[in-house]
């Protein structure tokens, strides 16, 4: 890249370097590097710096001039419940993360390795967690299990059997383990794929039997897999919103999340001790992140592949009537019954059992509710308006990144790549406070509190990472030929990008940015902390309502989020194969 | 030592009418290392597969030692673990996260009874002393090269003393001088040992070299099996003529059959064939000849010399490629001691080596020409 730099300024070699280095500071791929590196170095460190600022401040957004200080982090630390709030935390956080990764890579081990007739459940396995936000996962469960009326409790007690009580920190895990289950069975997708079926092969023609196989080949080989998945179920567990608040908080089961919103709830708002807590919980999300990257690359190192690799399917025999019986179980429990229950809920005046009888009443008032109340058609409006900014913006941001990393060999790229991806290590609810902290304390010009903008500004920080995974697969499978000749042909750069890069991307860039607003809709851990009235988007609408018992008409609200986003998934997944997009 | 009896496979998942693996019949003499020789998806890494157990078969019997260890029929299937087998794979399958010592010690380790472990340990330092890596033994075997990586499968292989070893394509992942060493290593070893091996490959000049007998395959079917010499000069089937390089043939009718072998009218010309087989005077029959075997010159040294023209020549260092117009054919023709090129459009005569010229019955021809068999060298020898 950087000859053919040499080849638009005809500099003679003998020239000196210096000069050249000016000229070519002043191209446009270098001022795009400029502009791009600035841009994402805002959007991702000036929240986390804030709320640093506000931990170490003695007052933030107060009169007072305020001192520098480790008050804050005194106070918060010797707090009594403090030690329980970690615990509890970590309780939650880890048990999630280890019945995810079991069950995730249980199921992706079926599919992948095994001839377990499942692949069509595992496509649509795959699409759950785009297709269910968290937010109307948690209701849907919170309404199936709540411990009086829920309807499997209600089967549980005619069958004289115990009921199960969500409001509990079993009840917790196992609602959070429904949405991220699928999360878990992608990575796990990836692991088993990459590693060759011969390396087992070769254990069961040494004489090892399938079982001993399985344990000191299969899971040993896979295991920093399965441990990197372990510590990123973790991360996101201990950094969303919706199941600490809904089913935690009646449980009186505190973490980290649900302490750090009612901190915020409180007049005045102790904004020390929530930046505290959100350093606190910072900091854990990096360290998981860092250690499951380490791990990733010993086993990047670990996979030989030769010519002869291949992912054979080992033939289960009659147990894989069991491994169907599996995902039909799976299916049934993790998607079929919360959006049955949600669509049940929509249809009624007012929450009825499921029976014959209810069928008399059903209804589609609670549609009409949702555009005759003025709240919550704004809210609609309000999220799609957020949710298609965001990803318009991230898309043409994350196409710039992608180029200059991927394409380029411009010294600070990696910088610029770092920084893109920076906003993974941030839990959303600490991008929330962040982004809150920084544009009520900013000395801007312009106030973007209490307008959409400050959404915008949060959603499209925290969607940049998945935007670039779409789009540096996707640029760096344009070879760099068709750039140069484009060059060779007379373009100036900003020609070739727009003329070349930008039609050979476009399934990327269409998929990146559906993906983008997929990501942005139903975002709640963030939006949370920066909406006024006004400004709510459906996701936030849903916890209000939700909190105030509207149930029939939250699960409508519910029912248009998940078609909306049903079509839009379908839509990234129509794209993606079509075009053959390897995403993650 | 190994016997299938009508082995089939069929293709996993959809209903293709065509086998993986078709009616194999097959014997394995014991100490012989035997080659599964043919094209990509002729079935030869099925069947090895069906030996070991890593794949089930549909129908036949697979024996190993006079133990019957896969039988559908009467639902007989011995798990590849229980087989007493070793193999080697064409990616190695070297398990990265051991170390060399241990990725052989670990068919001593599962085994039962269970050896001790500094029993297991010698016996895997002598294994690896047979392929030359016992100053590697502590090694992270990702560490190693290719080269080293398949002498650890070997040694893998090896460790646990097998009836049968078999090895699938284990030298396709290596370079080219590598692969002449290692081929001619594992020969070593293989005789040494006196193991009844099971050799895998695509690749003529390795099958030639190693083999105590060939098989070739296509399609699912054993075309033929013999001596590699025997199976180099005079193969019985179009198929394994073509595969083996024998890239000239021409159409004819037998003429004759006398003591010097049968005389063979093609078109306007006429051979005498030695080789003619069980030819009878009036049959259909293809004459294959080896680029080789014709002697080349400008000049007409004798009456059965047929006269031609270049039509054009490639150069090798060591020979010349020419491809000889004779009327509507075309021949290839390989020169050694041809000092001066000839060039497009000269007039040369060409006298086939009676010796070498393979007769093959026209009524085979047919019988083996079905449509699912047509490899890329029949693709070629059908445009001519």
């Known amino acids: 890249m950087t000859l053919l730099a040499d080849k638009q300024v005809p500099a003679p070699a003998a020239r000196s370097r210096q000069r050249r280095s000016w000229r070519e500071l002043l191209q446009p791929r270098y001022i795009t590097l400029a502009v791009a590196a600035l841009v994402v170095a805002y959007l991702a460190l000036v929240p986390i710096g804030t709320m640093l600022y506000a931990s170490l401040r003695s007052e933030f957004l107060g009169t007072t001039p305020g001192t520098w200080t480790f008050q804050h982090y005194a106070d918060t630390f010797s707090a009594p419940g403090f030690g329980q709030l970690v615990l509890n935390s970590f309780l939650y956080a880890g048990a999630t993360a280890v019945v995810c990764t079991v069950f995730g890579f249980g199921l992706a081990w079926l599919v992948v390795r095994t001839n377990t007739p499942a692949k069509g459940f595992a496509r649509i396995a795959a699409l759950v967690p785009l297709i269910v936000p968290g937010i109307l996962n948690t209701v849907a469960w919170s309404l199936l299990l709540s411990p009086q009326r829920g309807p499997v409790n209600v089967l549980l007690r005619q069958g004289h059997l115990p009921i199960f009580n969500v409001y509990s920190l079993v009840g917790m895990v196992f609602v959070q383990s429904m949405h991220v289950i699928p999360v878990a069975y992608l990575m796990g997708t990836a692991a088993f794929t990459s590693m060759d079926s011969s390396l087992e092969e070769a254990a069961l023609a040494s004489g090892s039997s399938p079982v001993r196989t399985f344990r000191s080949i299969t899971l040993r080989m896979a295991r920093p897999a399965i441990l990197s998945a372990i510590l990123l179920m973790f991360i996101q567990t201990i950094s969303t919103f919706e199941v600490p608040q809904l089913i935690g908080v009646p449980a009186h089961h505190y973490v980290f999340v649900s302490r750090i919103y009612s901190a915020l709830q409180n007049f005045p708002p102790d904004y020390g001790t929530v930046g505290v807590l959100g350093v606190f919980v910072l900091v854990v999300a990096c360290a998981g992140l860092l250690l499951a990257q380490r791990l990733g690359r010993a086993s990047a190192v670990q996979t030989i592949t030769g010519k002869g690799f291949r992912a054979q399917p080992q033939d289960l025999g009659r147990w894989r009537w069991a491994g169907l019986a599996a995902f039909l179980l799976f299916f049934l429990v993790a998607v079929a019954l919360p959006i049955a229950m949600l669509i049940w809920s929509s249809l009624l005046p007012g929450y009825e059992q499921p029976s014959l009888s209810a069928l008399r009443h059903l209804t589609f008032s609670n549609f009409e509710e949702i555009v005759r109340r003025p709240g919550l058609a704004q809210s609609v409006k309000n999220s799609l308006i957020t949710a298609f900014a965001s990803g318009f913006i991230v898309t043409v941001l994350t196409a710039f990144i992608a180029y200059i990393t991927v394409k380029t060999k411009i010294r600070g790229r990696g910088l610029l790549d770092g920084l893109a991806t920076v906003p993974i290590a941030v839990p959303s609810v600490v991008m929330g406070v962040g982004v809150l902290y920084w544009y009520l304390a900013a000395p801007l010009p312009v106030h973007l509190y209490g307008s959409l903008s400050i959404l915008i500004v949060a959603f499209v920080t925290i969607t940049l990472p998945y935007g670039m995974r779409y789009l540096a697969p996707g640029m760096s499978q344009i070879k760099d030929e068709l750039e140069e000749a484009a060059t060779a042909s007379g373009a100036s750069w900003l020609q070739a990008f727009w003329r070349v890069f930008i039609p050979l991307l476009m399934p990327s860039l269409l998929a990146a940015f559906l993906y983008t607003v997929i990501v942005s809709f139903r975002e709640i851990s963030a939006a949370i902390f920066l909406y006024t009235s006004g400004t709510e988007v459906v996701s936030v609408q849903v916890y209000d309502l939700y909190s105030n018992g509207s149930y029939p008409v939250v699960a409508a609200l519910g029912v248009v989020m998940v078609v909306f986003l049903s079509v839009l998934a379908g839509a990234v997944r129509l794209i993606s194969r079509r075009f053959g997009i390897k995403s993650g | ?384």
């Open chain 2, 1 to 384: 030592m190994i016997k299938l009896t009508g082995l089939t496979k069929r293709y996993p998942g959809r209903s293709v009418t065509a086998n993986a693996v078709d009616g194999i019949d097959l014997e394995i003499p014991e100490g012989k290392l035997v080659t599964l020789l043919g094209p990509s998806g002729c079935g030869k890494t099925t069947t090895l597969r069906l030996i070991a157990g890593l794949e089930r078969a549909d129908r036949g019997v697979i024996e190993i030692g006079g133990q019957v260890v896969s039988d559908p029929e009467h639902r007989i299937f011995v798990g590849t673990h229980r087989r007493p087998i070793g193999i080697v794979f064409q990616s190695y399958a070297i398990w990265p996260h051991m170390t060399v010592i241990d990725n052989v010690m670990f068919p001593l380790r599962v085994n039962r009874p269970r050896p001790k472990k500094s029993a297991a340990r010698e016996t895997a330092m002598q294994a690896l002393d047979l392929v030359g890596l016992a100053d590697f033994a502590e090694r992270p075997a990702p560490a190693q090269s290719g080269g080293q990586q398949q002498r650890v499968a070997l040694a893998r292989a090896l460790v646990r003393e097998p009836k049968v070893l078999l090895l699938d394509e284990p030298l396709s992942n290596l370079d080219k001088g590598l692969r002449g060493r290692m081929r001619d290593e594992i020969r070593a070893v293989q005789q040494r040992l006196g193991i009844t091996t099971v050799f895998v490959t695509h690749d003529q000049d390795e099958a030639l070299a190693v083999s105590d007998e060939v098989v070739v395959m296509n399609g699912g079917h054993v075309i033929e099996q013999g001596l590699p010499q025997a199976i180099y000069t005079y193969p019985q089937d179009m198929f394994t003529a073509r595969f083996l390089g024998v890239s000239n043939s021409l159409d004819g009718v037998v003429d004759s059959v006398g003591p010097d072998g049968a005389t063979v009218t093609l078109g306007s010309r006429s051979m005498v064939c030695r080789q003619s087989g069980t030819a009878q005077p009036g049959e259909r029959v293809s004459v294959f000849m080896r680029p080789e075997s014709f002697r080349l010159s400008r000049r007409q040294h004798s009456e059965d010399a047929w006269p031609g023209t270049i039509e054009f020549s490639i150069y090798h260092g060591d020979c010349w490629d020419y491809h000889v117009r004779l009327d509507d054919d075309l021949l290839k023709v390989r020169v050694y001691q041809e000092k001066v090129g000839l060039a497009h459009g000269d007039s040369i005569f060409l006298e086939p080596d009676p010796d070498s010229a393979i007769v093959i019955s026209g009524d085979k021809q047919e019988a083996e020409q079905t449509p699912e068999e047509a490899s890329p060298a029949d693709a070629v020898a059908r445009t001519r």
